[in-house]
């Protein structure tokens, strides 16, 4: 797709993404899910897309935590003295707090304020709040509607349950050449935001699409799940498995004007934190590469001491950083299709990285071998000047000695890894390298239990 028509595929379906109820567990999730399923089915339908959903019961012990239980909602509304509907969860999911518990009550402007939430900093927003783990139920206003509430009573009908149901989440595998794994996760639980967290989902939506399409070398695992508990809930279930996860990715807010910005793993020197940082410097503009810490999406689960898995996250604009984070501002017109497309682009590109990422041997590492008889000018990039390919074939004869990757190669060289690639391809064509098996990616890093 052309960046137009990319940009265009991802906030149709941002805005397809929107409407549900969506929470941590629920019919919100599930309706989340078919929509992702939906924008799978009507492309190629290539196999190995499908999505399978995953119902982890209420009461399931998972790590520290258990899986509380299934929320719903059937309806939430305010009715003020005079009759009329002060906020309708109907017109947007945000007026509820979240995990509100039902309530049926008549009360006074006064019992009814410590229940009502509003931005006084910016009073034509509403914000989104949630009560997962205390019991409240309350609403969220504007706050210049707030101010205009006259006194008298109110009428409060929140009709949501609590039951022993499930916990909800959606896994694509995409079988590769090899078993090591890359993951690619984005959380599914926040209603009516469009950068946090439709963006992530309709961009790991495109992926699983795309790759699908294409040969693989790694095994990719998408995961769509609630933030926190669905993290939590997937690694006690993969406890495992998950030494197999080579490479990670966090996808979270890649729809709004801040610059890309990529947050490395708890590791720090992950193959995927040098493949960001290659992507991002060579992607000639503006970018932000920031540390860990132990804040922020699911990073926080996948990265905690005992997991320590290789998985950073990739966005834009950070949690809490820009003002309409976690409010109704956050909105289709907040999230461009311009940045979507950009964001898209420069994830397969770090997906590329690690995909190409190779560890060779020189063949003829005694003095420097003739290339001009190889033919080996002739064999890469028309379109590359003849010193840049030649840099790169000197540099890959001179460090591929078996222990350094072509990510080390472009680090070192300072030349792009493309040209670093190509020249490897190249070389190897003519028997001055081979490959050094399960070497890629330079040290093998395995994830602890
Ligand atoms: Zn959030």
Known sequence: MTDPALGKWLHDLVADLLPPMRSITGDGVRATLRTVARALGETDGAPGSELTVHEVPSGTPVLDWTVPREWNVASARLVGPDGKTVVDAATNPLHLLGYSTPMRARVSLAELRPHLFSMPDRPDWVPYRTSYYNENWGFCLTDRQLSTLPDGKYEVEID????????????????????????????TCHPAMANDNCSGIAAATLLARDLAAVPRRHTFRLLFIPGTIGSITWLARNRESVGRIRHGLVLTGLGDGSDPTYKRSRRGDAAVDRAAAVALAQSDRPYRIVDFSPYGYDERQFCSPGFDLPVGRFGRGQHGEYPQYHTSADD???????????????????????????????????????????????????????????MALLWVLNLADGTRSLLDIAERSGLPFDTIAEAAQALAGVELLAEVPGEAFGKIEVGGV
């Open 160 to 187: 949501t349950t609590f039951t022993e149901g499930s916990l909800t989440y959606g896994e694509i595998v995409l079988p590769g050449e090899t078993d090591d794994e890359f993951l690619i996760t984005t959380h």
């Open 332 to 390: 289709l017109d907040f999230v461009t299709p311009g940045s979507l497309a950009d964001s898209y682009t420069l994830l397969r590109r770090i997906i590329a990285i690690c995909e190409q990422d190779r560890t060779w041997r020189n063949t003829a590492p005694y003095g420097e071998p003739q290339l001009g008889r190889r033919g080996l000018y002739r064999a890469i990039g028309a379109t590359m000047n003849r010193q840049a390919v030649e």
